[in-house]
């Protein structure tokens, strides 16, 4: 059974820094892509960030320069380094690895105070 296991949110204030980790277990196969969604209170899920097993990285407009998307293979682990937090960043942020099957991990919160 695929578990996909976040950590490393939390509340801190505009242009600070954290650092989001997802580690995810239960596969042999790997995972083509890992990435994070975040949903804010009243507004759809968005992508905001993923990478394949290529290496290749994809963003959303709002948090290129500000946020970095990197994986572990080995330990099928990704991490989002984000930097210049905003209020507008505040959301909850799920983690996500498709192989074929999307699978989902259990959020974590991310508030950024003024």
């Known amino acids: 059974q695929v578990q996909l296991v976040e950590s490393g949110g939390g509340l801190v204030q505009a242009g600070d820094s954290l650092r989001l980790s997802c580690a995810a277990s239960?596969?042999?196969?790997?995972?083509?892509?890992m990435g994070w969604y975040r949903q804010a209170p009243g507004k759809q899920r968005e992508l905001v960030a993923n990478?394949?097993?290529?290496?290749?990285?994809n963003y959303v407009d709002s948090v290129k320069g500000r946020f970095t998307i990197s994986r572990d293979g080995a330990k099928n682990t990704v991490y989002l380094q984000m930097n210049s937090l905003k209020p507008g960043d505040t959301a909850v942020y799920y983690c996500?690895?498709?192989?074929?099957?999307?699978?989902w991990g259990q959020g974590t919160q991310v508030t950024v105070s003024s």
């Open positions: 239960g596969s042999t196969l790997g995972f083509n892509v």
């Open positions: 990478i394949n097993s290529g290496g290749m990285t």
């Open positions: 996500y690895a498709w192989n074929g099957r999307t699978y």
